[in-house]
């Protein structure tokens, strides 16, 4: 599994910023505040993980909106690659919920 102790920032695609704005209207600065508060579940994501692993976090912003975001590790993993990032479903939430 992963651990976020060795992360020392993001490593930003602005094709994905835009895109993540544009279709689920979160800002980069929300994705960035779920990986600072707590409880986040972070799963493998094994079905996409062929190329390279990929990840997927569960959380809430600081006004506490919850997201379901994609990544992946650049750098040596030191760096979290943001994927995608949208509001949980009501599914994602109750697992969220019951799992913390």
Known sequence: MITLD????FDWDEGNR???LARHNVLWTEVEEV???TPLLLLSDEKHSG???RF????HTHNRLFLHLTFTLRKHKTL???IS????N???RAFYEKET
Not at 85 to 88: F, K, L, Q, S, T
Request: net charge positive; no cysteine.
């Open 80 to 82: 979290l690659r943001v």
């Open 6 to 9: 060795a992360i020392v920032g």
């Open 85 to 88: 990032a949208r509001p949980m």
């Open 35 to 37: 990986f600072s508060n």
């Open 56 to 59: 997927h976090a569960l959380g």
């Open 90 to 92: 009501r599914k994602e």
């Open 18 to 20: 835009a895109k993540i």
């Open 51 to 53: 190329i390279e692993e």
